[in-house]
């Protein structure tokens, strides 16, 4: 038995190459970041557990998008110190499929954060119109705001929560959280109720 399937993840699109490629570079550049890891095995199981949200041909990309959104906060990836927008750099100058950077460089409403950190069209190099929204986005989303930072299942408004707090009242977090906010509860929700359809 696979590590993965051990941690419950093996469906057909974790055997998928672009999965496993991605759970490594992620593994490589995180796993000495307190928690990073832990946090994105989670993200991993969540999105996987989200998939059926999401049509069977992009399953893959999900999971790959899981495993690699937050590899922007390794120190050697670090350019803007934009974690989202750091991330999707990397996989676009390291020959990514596109979709995969633009996922990345959209997930959890980045583009709020984008806007107040004065970094809005360098991540509209990465269209909002084609990977800030739909199925894909809002189940990477739904499996990022609904995991903690170290890995463990947490509810959406928990999550926020504590985001705030961590990030502080000052923080560009908090100055868009009014906008942000709403549109992340909306990602969740609509996976949430596909999911639920489904069951
Ligand atoms: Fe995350």
């Known amino acids: 038995m696979t590590d993965l399937q051990q941690r419950g993840l093996h469906t057909d699109a974790t055997a998928d190459p672009l999965v496993a490629a991605a759970r490594r570079l992620a593994h490589d550049v995180l796993r000495g970041s307190d928690g990073r890891w832990q946090h994105t095995e989670?993200?991993?199981?969540?999105?996987?557990?989200?998939s059926p949200a999401v049509p069977e041909a992009d399953r893959?990309?999900?999971l790959a998008a899981a495993w690699l959104h937050d590899i922007g906060y390794a120190a050697p990836l670090q350019r803007s110190g934009f974690h989202p927008l750091d991330g999707a750099c990397y996989l676009r100058d390291h020959s990514w499929p596109?979709?995969?950077?633009?996922?990345?460089?959209?997930?959890?409403?980045?583009?709020?954060?984008?806007?107040?950190?004065?970094?809005?069209?360098?991540?509209?190099?990465?269209p909002a119109d084609r990977y800030a929204s739909g199925p894909v986005a809002d189940a990477l989303t739904y499996a990022d705001q609904t995991t903690g930072p170290t890995g463990e299942r947490m509810d959406v408004e928990d999550r926020l929560a504590g985001m705030l707090r961590r990030h502080g009242p000052d923080s560009p977090n908090a100055r868009v959280h009014d906008q942000r906010a709403p549109a992340i509860r909306a990602a969740v929700d609509r996976t949430e109720r596909v999911l639920h359809a489904g069951s």
Request: charged share 20%; glycine share 8%.
């Open 42 to 50: 989670g993200v991993a199981r969540r999105a996987a557990e989200a």
């Open 60 to 62: 893959p990309v999900l």
């Open 98 to 126: 596109e979709p995969l950077a633009g996922l990345v460089a959209h997930h959890s409403a980045a583009r709020f954060v984008a806007a107040v950190r004065g970094l809005a069209a360098d991540l509209e190099a990465f």
